[in-house]
């Protein structure tokens, strides 16, 4: 009796740790994107002239700001 609730306890423990798993495939997916993103878009930013001034932690918050959707266009009049 004993070694079978242990047996059934090792199976609800391995199935838990599978679901985990599964779960966190998608989380794992956009963080790898986010972070191709940043990577692609500071090396953009530092080829600028115009943000040289701004230092590398101006240029990673601009970055930073682009990769999550925060995107301002000028009003044209």
Not at 32 to 56: D, E, I, M, P
Request: glycine share 6%.
């Amino acid at each position: 009796m004993n070694e079978s609730l242990q047996k059934a306890y090792f199976a609800i423990m391995a199935l838990s740790l599978a679901v985990i798993a599964i779960e966190l495939v998608p989380v794992s997916r956009q963080s790898a994107a986010w972070n191709r993103c940043l990577t692609t878009t500071g090396s953009f930013l530092s080829s600028l002239h115009k943000l040289k001034k701004k230092g590398q932690s101006g240029r990673e918050a601009i970055a930073v700001s682009i990769c999550n959707g925060a995107v301002h266009y000028k009003k044209t009049k």
